[in-house]
């Protein structure tokens, strides 16, 4: 069982910042992906930004360029920076993880992001 935590989300304005953060716990083997996806109301879940435990990464192209995915694997934490925000980025993002098993996906409980014109 892999259980997550999200942090850091919250209200900003348009054009500044925010760091999401999610450490993840439990049976978790030391090569796996972890991620970020978010889902605004009515719409469906997307991916975000995605990374290996060599450190391949992995962008939408609405966030390219704009948020920075980084992890830590000694805590099994994976972090995402996001700058520049826009209204648009506002949404529920999830922490992802396939805990190192292929094919098992696991999810936090969310963060919300709040971006204002």
């Known amino acids: 069982q892999v259980q997550l935590v999200e942090s850091g989300g919250g209200l900003v304005q348009a054009g500044g910042s925010l760091r999401l953060s999610c450490a993840a716990s439990?049976?978790?083997?030391?090569?796996?992906?972890m991620g970020w996806y978010r889902q605004a109301p009515g719409k469906q879940r997307e991916l975000v930004a995605r990374?290996?435990?060599?450190?391949?990464?992995n962008y939408a192209d609405s966030v390219k360029g704009r948020f920075t995915i980084s992890r830590d694997n000694t805590k099994n934490t994976v972090y995402l920076q996001m700058s520049s925000l826009k209204p648009e980025d506002t949404a529920v993002y999830y922490c992802?993880?396939?805990?190192?098993?292929?094919?098992?996906?696991?999810w936090g409980q969310g963060t919300q992001v709040t971006v204002s014109s």
């Open positions: 992802h993880t396939d805990g190192g098993r292929i094919g098992r996906t696991y």
């Open positions: 439990g049976s978790i083997f030391s090569v796996n992906v």
């Open positions: 990374i290996s435990s060599g450190g391949n990464t």
